[in-house]
């Protein structure tokens, strides 16, 4: 196997996943031990200065070789896997030459993946892809993009002839929950521009996320003996239900809405008659709308708490990250040579949106203006879980190339 795959394999099947619900950072301990075999490996190739901090985060430097002052350019993935799947004893699985028939996952035959749910798979044929077993993600995201940066330094490692300016390299933990720069030191970094790698398909640049808050509503019922409650009780578990059931459902809703469409998302309920609480995510392209969905969901909430006499209410609102394009726009540069790295190693360059966030949403904000890069991930945070060989190969030739455009476009 490929130095790429036997890296990529190695990552995977180390259990890395956060936790939503932890009060630690990192969420889980577990996810160090990817952190300082990273920055072992750094050192083992000749990154000196690797090394990971307390929190989790791996910081190395590659430094200039060249005379220009160009700019300090970082690569950036995430060591956490999702939530939302096992990352348990990870199995991947190898396919080589990949035939187009169904690919039934050994630990669990209910699991398939097929060309039909996945038409990607088309541009894989004769290829090499990697799957989990059936039980478990398999951690592309954003093991695949980790593997790519890794790929990236060891091959400026064997080939000191190419020139390019000081490059930094950062991996976080944490993305999956939302915390990946929550601890970051931007100034011991020292980057001037980034890349994330944890993109999709072959050829996506990615240079405008969500811009997201989290909502809660909290609902104060009144407690009673069941038994003698009449004219007493008021349950907020009916109350949230009847909240949740007034959401739009053609519009506005994860389930109704694709491209640019927003929407508002509840993704928890906990409670008892006499207290509930109700999370929402809310996302939308366009930052100006996030306020009219707050408000909608207060108009809601009024509505149905005027039925109820003696209940309260409170709703509380948590910025979570914004449209990376609104600082991206003001640095055409970064996308300018990251398209020149694509057209020099013939791959399309295809701008998209991204329905969701990435940690250079707010390296962004933070004064890192960061777009996102393909990896070739496929059917992410699933059981389903799959990504070409080639596109991540594809992805190391962009870095290398990319990193060459920054030194040659540099005029000082």
Request: glycine share 8%.
């Amino acid at each position: 196997m490929s130095s790429l795959v036997n890296r990529f394999i190695r990552y995977v099947q180390m259990d890395t996943q956060s936790d939503p619900h932890a009060n630690t950072f990192p969420s889980t301990p577990k996810q160090k031990n990817l952190s300082h075999l990273l920055a072992t490996e750094l050192l083992a190739m000749g990154v000196e200065d690797a090394h990971t901090d307390e929190f989790g985060y791996v910081y190395a430097t590659i430094p200039a070789n060249t005379n220009k002052n160009v700019p300090v350019i970082c690569f950036c993935s995430h060591i956490d896997t999702a939530p939302d799947c096992s990352g348990t004893n990870v199995k991947p699985i190898l396919h080589r030459n990949y035939n187009g028939l169904p690919l039934v996952l050994p630990d669990d035959p209910t699991q398939v993946i097929t060309m039909e749910a996945y038409p990607y798979l088309h541009n894989h044929l004769g290829k090499d892809i990697i799957t989990a077993s059936g039980k478990t993600l398999l951690g592309a995201d954003d093991k695949a993009g980790v593997t790519i940066i890794m790929e990236m330094v060891k091959w400026l490692q064997e080939n000191p002839s190419v020139k390019h300016g000081m490059i930094k390299v950062l991996f976080t933990p944490d993305e999956e929950v939302g915390n990946g720069t929550a601890k970051l030191d931007l100034q011991k970094l020292g980057a001037n521009y980034g890349y994330t790698l944890d993109g999709g398909s072959l050829g996506s640049f990615e240079d405008e996320t969500f811009s997201a808050d989290g909502l809660t509503i909290t609902i104060e019922g009144v407690i009673a003996h069941p038994g003698y409650a009449k004219d007493k009780m008021i349950n907020a578990l009916k109350i949230a239900g009847q909240i949740l059931a007034a959401l739009p459902k053609d519009r506005l809703a994860p389930e109704v809405t694709d491209q640019k469409q927003g929407f508002i998302h509840p993704i928890r309920v906990e409670g008892l008659a006499e207290k509930a609480i109700i999370d929402f995510i809310i996302r939308d392209f366009d930052t100006a709308q996030l306020a009219h969905y707050e408000m909608l969901l207060k108009d809601i909430t009024e509505t149905v708490i005027k039925k109820y006499p003696g209940a309260t209410y409170n709703i509380t609102v948590v910025e979570q990250y914004r449209n990376m394009k609104e600082v991206l726009i003001q640095h055409p540069l970064v996308e300018a040579n990251a398209k020149e790295a694509y057209n020099r190693v013939g791959i399309p360059f295809i701008k998209e949106p991204i329905r969701g966030g990435t940690d250079g949403s707010r390296l962004s904000f933070m004064g890192l203006p960061c777009p996102n890069i393909f990896t070739g991930m496929q059917a992410i945070h699933s059981k389903h879980e799959w990504v070409g060989v080639s596109d991540m190969e594809a992805a190391v030739k962009v870095l290398t190339e990319l990193v060459q455009v920054w030194e040659q476009n540099t005029t000082n």
